[in-house]
């Protein structure tokens, strides 16, 4: 395949996990390292004349940065560029950030909620609109997804299509109708494997939510999530027939 992936990141410059976030994409989308190029939204929203160069855009995690608080440097700049995409039908699959990013950008609500924070695997369960849909209805109605997120949605923009919920948060997935765009709140990317470790990498950013045995008892809660591996292959083949 020679489709040519450009990943979003959010992630400090030293921050190790912005190569494992490439490669975890690479991996679970069935493609070669070299073929996602990753940009730094720390620096601001890549130009439109660059997506010239590739086929499709993810949209990966964070590591610091929240929408709710706005705390990503040039957050502003990096809706309107998710918002203009979106808006162009560029394709794209975006994952945590990179949901909480698209419903910011195109009128819903993002919230920071540590009531409703979920960090391990959780089940999620599709709507019917999730059931009949051309990528999530790969997946079975309940099934079991890694996640790892502070900000919620609150309310999803107008004219998209609720997707999934868990039982915290409501919203867990869109699309945009009659687009090549998908958004999820759990990450497709990652395994039980990834995504633990991540955590313990991340551990300090949640020590203001949960205290030190609750970090502890978070560790167990990291569970294999077959099913959603599914997601970004399909993705793939949906828009490009690979």
Not at 2 to 29: C, M, N, P
Not at 61 to 72: E, K
Not at 127 to 150: I, N, R, W, Y
């Amino acid at each position: 395949m020679s489709i040519r992936i450009l990943l979003l990141q959010a992630r400090d410059l030293g921050d190790l996990v912005r190569e494992e976030e490439r490669r975890s994409f690479a991996r679970k989308s069935g493609l070669r390292v070299e073929q996602i190029e990753t940009h730094d939204l720390l620096a601001g929203p890549p130009k439109t004349a660059r997506l010239k160069g590739f086929d499709a855009i993810m949209v990966g995690g964070s590591g610091d940065f929240n929408v709710s608080d706005r705390s990503l440097p040039h957050i502003g700049a990096n809706l309107e560029f998710v918002a203009d995409v979106a808006e162009k039908g560029f394709p794209m699959y975006a994952s945590c950030f990179g949901f909480q990013m698209l419903v910011e950008a195109l009128g819903g609500s993002i919230v920071y909620d540590p009531d409703r924070m979920e960090v391990g695997t959780y089940e999620m369960t599709l709507t019917a609109s999730g059931e009949a849909d051309e990528l999530m209805g790969v997946l079975p109605k309940m099934f079991p997804a890694q996640l790892g997120h502070k900000d919620c949605a609150e309310r999803l923009p107008p004219g998209v299509t609720h997707l999934a919920s868990s039982r915290l948060n409501r919203f867990q997935a869109f699309r945009i109708p009659g687009q090549a765009i998908w958004a999820t709140q759990f990450h497709p990317e990652l395994d039980a494997r990834s995504n633990r470790q991540r955590f313990e990498r991340y551990l300090d950013s949640y020590a203001g939510v949960l205290s030190a045995e609750e970090r502890k008892e978070a560790v167990q809660r990291f569970r294999n999530s077959p099913e959603t591996e599914a997601l970004l292959p399909q993705f793939l083949h949906l828009v490009f027939g690979v």
